[in-house]
């Protein structure tokens, strides 16, 4: 399987945002976020990291 689990950095701290993300579609200053379970979220940030052999994405809010 190809999907990783979304993490909202905050600070020092990580965390899970959304589980098993396989589409995220960058909108102007946001990022659209859908698992493979029909879930989505919307926020309003950046990609900071993937790691994807690690299934992990790690986003950070803009302000």
Request: glycine share 6%; charged share 35%; net charge negative.
């Amino acid at each position: 399987m190809c999907e990783a689990n979304a993490y909202l950095r905050q600070g020092e701290k990580e965390e899970l945002l959304l589980e098993r993300v396989d589409k995220i579609i960058p909108q102007g200053n946001e990022l659209y976020l859908e698992n493979i379970f029909g879930q989505r979220k919307t926020i309003k940030g950046r990609i900071v990291e993937m790691a994807l052999v690690d299934h992990k994405i790690i986003l950070e809010r803009d302000e």
